[in-house]
């Protein structure tokens, strides 16, 4: 037994002695395949440069042109250390492992494919102000599995990229003007006309109101102690340049209802009771 181990010891020496010239070359393969895929990369940053491409889907392109080149020189150095391998069997192996690994690993390409889509496609750039599934923040970073959300309160939400494919995404910061919107009431015995203008000439006057795209101001509904108002306006699109023009708008509209001597109602509560109330003195209480 001692012989039979010690024969097939010598049998592998043999075999590995006999496949050092073909390990060395594939060795050297593989060296050109590094030095091919830094200059392939080089050359395709240099091109893909001169675009208006976003960083990411430039990455993603450099990262399949190195993909690619490594694939083929790995192939090759693997066709030289062993011959009787051939390009049709291979790709046939690669095939079948690539099912396995796609069901093993769906969700995983899922993102992936969904990362690419993304950035691919022209909407959702870095700096976006975004709400989808709840998620409301600016987007900071996409990468080919994920895409990282800075919640306007500070909080990072790393939120996978088959998320923000398959749900519907609204992009805040989409344009630079985005129409905002606040309910004003005034009493029941306010001359509507003339409130409508009073509230015009106050918005209007707000500096941070763009009055080229149009101001609305409609009588909506006779709410229980006052009628209101929806007023409209367009300001800058992002969360804080709509809380500021809110917050001047709102200040703008209750001087100039002020200054017009129209209320501004509470709501009025009536009681109503069955029987008398006495309004005498309270029964046992000393006078």
């Known amino acids: 037994m001692l012989r039979t181990l010690t024969d097939q010891l010598n049998d592998m020496g043999s075999e590995f002695v006999r496949a050092l010239p073909s390990l060395g070359i594939a060795l050297v393969i593989l060296i050109i395949t590094a030095i091919i895929a830094g200059f392939a990369v080089k050359i395709a940053d240099a091109i893909v440069g001169k675009t208006t491409l976003r960083p990411s889907l430039r990455?993603?392109?450099?990262?399949?042109?190195?993909?690619?080149?490594?694939?083929?020189?790995?192939l090759i150095a693997m066709?030289?250390?062993?011959?009787?391998?051939?390009?049709?069997?291979?790709?046939?192996?690669?095939?079948?492992?690539?099912v396995a690994i796609g069901f093993a690993f769906q969700d995983i390409f899922e993102n992936f494919l969904a990362g690419v889509l993304i950035m691919i496609r022209d909407k959702?750039?870095?700096?976006?102000v975004i709400e989808c599934q709840e998620i409301i923040g600016k987007v900071e970073h996409i990468t080919l599995?994920?895409?990282?959300?800075?919640a306007l309160s500070g909080e990072l939400t790393v939120v996978p990229n088959s998320i923000l494919f398959k749900n519907p995404v609204e992009i805040l910061t989409d344009t630079e003007k985005r129409r905002h919107d606040v309910v004003i009431g005034v009493s029941?015995?306010?001359?509507?006309d003339e409130a409508a203008e009073v509230i015009r000439k106050a918005v209007s006057a707000v500096e941070d109101v763009d009055t080229e795209k149009g101001l609305d101001i409609f009588a909506q509904e006779f709410n229980s102690s006052s009628v209101d108002f929806l007023v409209r306006w367009w300001s800058g699109s992002t969360p804080r340049a709509g809380w500021e023009s809110k917050d001047k708008v709102v200040r703008a509209i209750k001087r100039g209802l002020d200054d017009a001597?129209?209320?501004?109602?509470?709501?009025y509560v009536t009681h109503t009771f069955k029987e008398k109330v006495p309004l005498g003195e309270t029964p046992g209480e000393e006078v």
């Open 59 to 74: 990455n993603l392109i450099e990262t399949l042109v190195k993909l690619a080149v490594w694939l083929l020189g790995i």
């Open 79 to 98: 066709i030289v250390v062993f011959p009787g391998l051939t390009v049709g069997s291979l790709v046939a192996g690669l095939g079948i492992g690539a």
């Open 124 to 128: 959702m750039r870095i700096g976006d």
């Open 145 to 150: 599995r994920e895409t990282h959300i800075r």
């Open 188 to 192: 029941y015995d306010t001359d509507l």
């Open 261 to 267: 001597g129209i209320e501004i109602p509470f709501p």
